[in-house]
């Protein structure tokens, strides 16, 4: 079955870089779309980043510019490079895959913590 696992989380200054990797197991990464998703206690799940293809990509406006989600099909790892982090990005992030032949097949990783202080 597939798993994916995140890594890279922790605690940074305002202003700071962080780059979350998130590693497919089970399947190859090439046969899913897939996204970054963060969770604030009190909010709703927010779509951060998703990658169709290496040409095809897409963020959320409050983090467009700074963040650059792209994947490595030969380590079977999904990125999220996050730039200029402020306080307004702490949250849990979570990988997720969409199998591209089924759209009713969905998995998600346990999510890494991401807290940004000042």
């Known amino acids: 079955q597939v798993q994916l696992v995140e890594s890279g989380g922790g605690s940074v200054q305002a202003g700071g870089s962080l780059r979350l990797s998130c590693a497919v197991s089970?399947?190859?990464?090439?046969?899913?779309?897939m996204g970054w998703f963060r969770q604030t206690p009190g909010k709703e799940r927010e779509e951060v980043a998703s990658?169709?293809?290496?040409?095809?990509?897409t963020y959320a406006n409050s983090v467009k510019g700074r963040f650059t989600i792209s994947q490595d099909n030969s380590k079977n790892t999904l990125y999220l490079q996050m730039n200029s982090l402020k306080p307004e990005d702490t949250a849990m992030y979570y990988c997720?895959?969409?199998?591209?032949?089924?759209?009713?097949?969905?998995?998600w990783g346990q999510g890494t913590q991401v807290t940004v202080s000042s």
């Open positions: 990658i169709l293809s290496d040409i095809t990509t």
């Open positions: 089970g399947d190859t990464i090439s046969n899913y779309f």
């Open positions: 997720a895959a969409r199998f591209r032949w089924n759209y009713g097949t969905n998995y």
